[in-house]
Protein backbone atom coordinates (compact mmCIF):
# COMPACT_ATOMS: atom_id res chain seq x y z
CA UNK A 1 0.00 0.00 0.00
CA UNK A 2 1.28 3.48 -0.85
CA UNK A 3 1.87 5.90 1.84
CA UNK A 4 -0.40 8.67 2.00
CA UNK A 5 -0.06 11.98 3.36
CA UNK A 6 -3.88 12.62 4.51
CA UNK A 7 -5.29 9.52 6.59
CA UNK A 8 -8.30 11.03 7.95
CA UNK A 9 -10.89 12.83 5.79
CA UNK A 10 -10.79 15.98 8.09
CA UNK A 11 -7.59 16.48 7.24
CA UNK A 12 -8.40 16.11 3.30
CA UNK A 13 -10.81 18.83 4.11
CA UNK A 14 -8.56 21.00 6.27
CA UNK A 15 -6.55 21.97 3.41
CA UNK A 16 -9.43 22.90 0.67
CA UNK A 17 -11.58 24.94 3.02
CA UNK A 18 -8.28 26.47 3.20
CA UNK A 19 -7.29 27.56 0.60
CA UNK A 20 -10.61 28.46 -0.41
CA UNK A 21 -11.42 30.60 2.76
CA UNK A 22 -7.94 32.37 1.34
CA UNK A 23 -9.66 32.72 -1.86
CA UNK A 24 -12.68 34.14 -0.61
CA UNK A 25 -11.83 36.72 2.03
CA UNK A 26 -12.33 40.24 1.75
CA UNK A 27 -8.58 41.06 2.43
CA UNK A 28 -7.69 39.02 -0.72
CA UNK A 29 -7.52 41.87 -3.38
CA UNK A 30 -6.20 40.88 -7.19
CA UNK A 31 -2.37 42.48 -7.18
CA UNK A 32 -1.71 45.47 -9.82
CA UNK A 33 1.98 43.94 -9.85
CA UNK A 34 3.36 41.73 -12.27
CA UNK A 35 3.33 38.16 -11.59
CA UNK A 36 6.51 36.62 -9.88
CA UNK A 37 6.14 32.90 -10.84
CA UNK A 38 9.80 31.86 -10.66
CA UNK A 39 9.31 30.74 -7.40
CA UNK A 40 6.73 28.74 -7.42
CA UNK A 41 7.63 27.15 -10.61
CA UNK A 42 11.10 26.04 -8.77
CA UNK A 43 9.25 24.91 -6.29
CA UNK A 44 6.77 22.39 -8.22
CA UNK A 45 10.28 21.01 -9.69
CA UNK A 46 11.61 19.93 -6.38
CA UNK A 47 8.21 18.65 -5.78
CA UNK A 48 8.53 16.35 -8.64
CA UNK A 49 11.71 15.30 -8.42
CA UNK A 50 11.52 14.62 -4.24
CA UNK A 51 8.40 12.74 -4.73
CA UNK A 52 9.83 9.35 -4.74
CA UNK A 53 13.03 10.36 -1.89
CA UNK A 54 11.39 12.24 1.00
CA UNK A 55 8.24 11.70 3.55
CA UNK A 56 4.71 12.68 2.46
CA UNK A 57 4.90 15.56 5.23
CA UNK A 58 7.76 17.24 3.95
CA UNK A 59 6.50 16.23 0.42
CA UNK A 60 3.74 18.11 1.05
CA UNK A 61 4.90 21.30 2.42
CA UNK A 62 7.05 21.78 -0.42
CA UNK A 63 3.80 21.77 -2.36
CA UNK A 64 1.55 24.09 -0.39
CA UNK A 65 5.18 26.73 0.04
CA UNK A 66 4.53 26.34 -3.87
CA UNK A 67 0.72 27.19 -3.70
CA UNK A 68 1.37 29.75 -1.04
CA UNK A 69 4.33 31.37 -3.38
CA UNK A 70 1.65 31.49 -6.53
CA UNK A 71 -1.23 32.70 -4.47
CA UNK A 72 1.22 35.64 -2.69
CA UNK A 73 2.24 36.85 -6.64
CA UNK A 74 -0.71 36.34 -8.10
CA UNK A 75 -2.84 38.33 -5.50
CA UNK A 76 -0.27 40.08 -3.76
CA UNK A 77 2.49 41.11 -6.04
CA UNK A 78 5.06 39.44 -3.32
CA UNK A 79 7.55 36.84 -3.78
CA UNK A 80 5.63 34.83 -0.66
CA UNK A 81 3.45 36.35 1.57
CA UNK A 82 4.22 34.86 5.18
CA UNK A 83 0.63 35.24 6.39
CA UNK A 84 -0.56 32.52 3.19
CA UNK A 85 2.37 30.45 3.50
CA UNK A 86 1.80 29.80 7.43
CA UNK A 87 -1.98 28.67 7.18
CA UNK A 88 -1.32 26.56 4.77
CA UNK A 89 1.67 25.10 6.73
CA UNK A 90 -1.56 24.68 9.46
CA UNK A 91 -3.54 23.13 7.37
CA UNK A 92 -1.25 20.31 7.05
CA UNK A 93 -1.54 16.92 9.75
CA UNK A 94 1.18 18.20 11.67
CA UNK A 95 -0.46 18.22 15.04
CA UNK A 96 0.90 14.59 15.56
CA UNK A 97 4.91 15.37 14.53
CA UNK A 98 5.03 19.05 16.92
CA UNK A 99 3.61 16.70 19.69
CA UNK A 100 6.33 14.16 18.74
CA UNK A 101 8.66 16.82 18.32
CA UNK A 102 8.38 19.57 20.79
CA UNK A 103 5.79 17.53 23.38
CA UNK A 104 8.20 16.68 25.77
CA UNK A 105 10.91 20.16 25.39
CA UNK A 106 7.75 22.65 25.44
CA UNK A 107 6.32 20.52 29.11
CA UNK A 108 10.11 20.53 30.69
CA UNK A 109 10.19 23.90 29.73
CA UNK A 110 6.61 24.59 31.17
CA UNK A 111 7.85 22.93 34.57
CA UNK A 112 10.96 24.66 34.73
CA UNK A 113 9.24 27.70 34.17
CA UNK A 114 6.25 27.21 36.92
CA UNK A 115 8.04 25.51 39.95
CA UNK A 116 10.05 29.45 40.49
CA UNK A 117 6.39 30.89 40.34
CA UNK A 118 5.28 28.27 42.93
CA UNK A 119 8.30 28.98 44.94
CA UNK A 120 7.30 32.55 45.68
CA UNK A 121 4.00 31.55 46.45
CA UNK A 122 6.09 29.49 49.72
CA UNK A 123 5.66 25.61 48.02
CA UNK A 124 9.14 24.15 48.14
CA UNK A 125 8.46 22.96 44.29
CA UNK A 126 11.28 21.79 42.06
CA UNK A 127 11.09 20.57 38.39
CA UNK A 128 11.97 17.69 37.36
CA UNK A 129 11.82 17.01 33.63
CA UNK A 130 8.19 17.56 32.65
CA UNK A 131 6.95 17.05 36.57
CA UNK A 132 6.52 19.23 39.23
CA UNK A 133 7.76 17.29 42.83
CA UNK A 134 6.24 18.68 46.06
CA UNK A 135 6.66 17.02 49.35
CA UNK A 136 8.58 13.89 47.58
CA UNK A 137 5.12 12.98 44.95
CA UNK A 138 5.51 14.06 41.46
CA UNK A 139 2.78 16.17 39.95
CA UNK A 140 3.43 15.31 35.67
CA UNK A 141 3.22 18.02 33.05
CA UNK A 142 1.24 15.61 30.99
CA UNK A 143 1.28 15.41 26.99
CA UNK A 144 -2.38 17.29 26.57
CA UNK A 145 -1.02 20.25 29.01
CA UNK A 146 2.14 20.52 26.99
CA UNK A 147 0.54 23.59 24.72
CA UNK A 148 1.28 22.27 21.00
CA UNK A 149 -2.42 22.45 20.39
CA UNK A 150 -2.58 25.98 22.06
CA UNK A 151 0.78 26.39 20.11
CA UNK A 152 -0.98 25.25 16.54
CA UNK A 153 -4.02 27.38 17.38
CA UNK A 154 -2.13 30.51 18.70
CA UNK A 155 -0.05 30.52 15.49
CA UNK A 156 -3.41 29.77 13.18
CA UNK A 157 -4.75 32.49 14.58
CA UNK A 158 -1.71 34.53 14.35
CA UNK A 159 -1.56 33.83 10.65
CA UNK A 160 -4.96 34.68 9.97
CA UNK A 161 -5.01 38.30 11.52
CA UNK A 162 -1.66 39.27 9.94
CA UNK A 163 -3.87 38.53 6.22
CA UNK A 164 -6.67 40.44 7.74
CA UNK A 165 -4.61 43.40 8.79
CA UNK A 166 -2.15 42.99 5.91
CA UNK A 167 1.52 42.99 7.81
CA UNK A 168 4.53 42.67 5.75
CA UNK A 169 7.08 39.91 6.44
CA UNK A 170 9.08 42.11 9.54
CA UNK A 171 5.94 42.46 11.51
CA UNK A 172 4.24 38.72 11.01
CA UNK A 173 7.93 37.38 12.11
CA UNK A 174 7.05 39.63 14.73
CA UNK A 175 3.99 38.52 15.72
CA UNK A 176 5.54 34.91 15.21
CA UNK A 177 7.71 35.32 18.25
CA UNK A 178 4.90 37.13 20.43
CA UNK A 179 2.81 34.72 20.00
CA UNK A 180 5.23 32.13 20.47
CA UNK A 181 5.90 33.59 24.08
CA UNK A 182 2.39 34.54 24.99
CA UNK A 183 1.84 30.86 24.00
CA UNK A 184 4.67 29.71 26.89
CA UNK A 185 3.63 32.43 30.01
CA UNK A 186 0.16 31.30 29.28
CA UNK A 187 0.88 27.35 29.34
CA UNK A 188 3.39 28.45 32.77
CA UNK A 189 -0.21 29.94 34.14
CA UNK A 190 -2.06 26.94 33.35
CA UNK A 191 0.74 24.64 34.94
CA UNK A 192 1.02 26.86 38.16
CA UNK A 193 -2.53 27.11 38.38
CA UNK A 194 -3.30 23.38 38.05
CA UNK A 195 -0.81 22.90 40.78
CA UNK A 196 -3.30 24.21 43.28
CA UNK A 197 -6.07 21.20 41.90
CA UNK A 198 -4.22 18.45 41.54
CA UNK A 199 -2.33 18.60 44.51
CA UNK A 200 -5.17 19.50 46.87
CA UNK A 201 -3.31 22.61 47.70
CA UNK A 202 -6.17 25.07 47.24
CA UNK A 203 -7.89 22.75 49.72
CA UNK A 204 -11.06 23.76 48.13
CA UNK A 205 -14.31 21.74 46.81
CA UNK A 206 -13.95 22.06 43.47
CA UNK A 207 -15.94 21.19 40.73
CA UNK A 208 -15.10 18.25 38.03
CA UNK A 209 -14.60 20.76 35.59
CA UNK A 210 -12.13 22.92 37.12
CA UNK A 211 -8.96 21.45 35.04
CA UNK A 212 -10.67 22.47 31.75
CA UNK A 213 -11.85 25.21 33.01
CA UNK A 214 -8.78 26.75 34.25
CA UNK A 215 -7.81 25.68 30.39
CA UNK A 216 -10.11 27.46 28.72
CA UNK A 217 -9.49 30.32 30.40
CA UNK A 218 -6.01 30.61 30.21
CA UNK A 219 -6.10 29.70 26.10
CA UNK A 220 -8.98 33.11 25.96
CA UNK A 221 -6.45 35.18 27.83
CA UNK A 222 -3.90 33.98 25.15
CA UNK A 223 -5.66 34.74 22.06
CA UNK A 224 -6.63 38.00 23.53
CA UNK A 225 -3.12 39.09 24.23
CA UNK A 226 -2.01 37.83 20.53
CA UNK A 227 -5.05 39.95 18.70
CA UNK A 228 -3.92 42.65 21.18
CA UNK A 229 -0.07 42.36 19.97
CA UNK A 230 -0.63 42.24 16.67
CA UNK A 231 -3.41 45.08 16.85
CA UNK A 232 -0.53 47.34 18.36
CA UNK A 233 1.94 46.21 14.88
CA UNK A 234 -0.48 47.26 12.82
CA UNK A 235 -0.45 51.25 13.94
CA UNK A 236 -2.39 53.02 11.55
CA UNK A 237 -0.18 55.21 8.78
CA UNK A 238 -1.48 58.14 7.01
CA UNK A 239 0.34 59.03 3.59
CA UNK A 240 0.11 63.06 3.22
CA UNK A 241 2.91 64.74 0.61
CA UNK A 242 4.62 61.58 -0.17
CA UNK A 243 5.71 61.49 3.90
CA UNK A 244 4.61 58.45 6.08
CA UNK A 245 2.99 60.50 9.25
CA UNK A 246 2.55 58.49 12.47
CA UNK A 247 -0.31 58.38 14.12
CA UNK A 248 1.68 60.95 16.78
CA UNK A 249 2.21 63.06 14.31
CA UNK A 250 -0.64 63.26 12.90
CA UNK A 251 -2.38 64.00 16.75
CA UNK A 252 -0.10 66.77 17.23
CA UNK A 253 -0.83 68.40 13.61
CA UNK A 254 -4.42 67.75 14.87
CA UNK A 255 -3.77 69.76 17.97
CA UNK A 256 -2.34 72.27 15.85
CA UNK A 257 -4.91 73.01 13.58
CA UNK A 258 -7.54 73.33 16.62
CA UNK A 259 -5.29 75.95 18.02
CA UNK A 260 -5.28 77.53 14.42
CA UNK A 261 -9.17 77.23 14.16
CA UNK A 262 -9.54 78.75 17.73
CA UNK A 263 -7.53 81.65 17.01
CA UNK A 264 -8.92 82.49 13.94
CA UNK A 265 -12.38 82.45 15.85
CA UNK A 266 -11.39 84.88 18.51
CA UNK A 267 -10.14 86.98 15.75
CA UNK A 268 -13.09 86.77 13.70
CA UNK A 269 -15.37 87.57 16.76
CA UNK A 270 -13.03 90.49 18.01
CA UNK A 271 -13.76 92.18 14.28
CA UNK A 272 -17.48 91.73 14.34
CA UNK A 273 -17.89 92.94 17.92
CA UNK A 274 -15.83 96.10 16.46
CA UNK A 275 -18.17 96.72 13.33
CA UNK A 276 -21.03 96.18 15.75
CA UNK A 277 -19.43 99.35 17.60
CA UNK A 278 -19.07 101.00 14.66
Not at 111 to 124: E, H, R
Not at 148 to 165: E, H, P
Not at 171 to 189: E, H, K, S, W
Amino acid sequence: QQPRIFTDARDQRGLAVTILRIRLNPWFLPSQSRMRLMLPATLLVCYSLSYHFISPLPRAAIAVTAIAATISAMRFGQRMHLGVWGLLLLALPVVASLQFYLGFPMRAVVAGLAAPMLQINGFAVTAVGASLNWNGDPILVDAPCSGVKMLWTGFYLTFALACYYKLDARRTALACVAAFAAIIIGNTFRAAALFYVESGAANLPLPDWTHEGVGVVVFAATAIAIAWVIRKLKQPEIMSGGKIKTSAEVFGMTIDRAEDDHKDHKEDHKRRKFSYRL
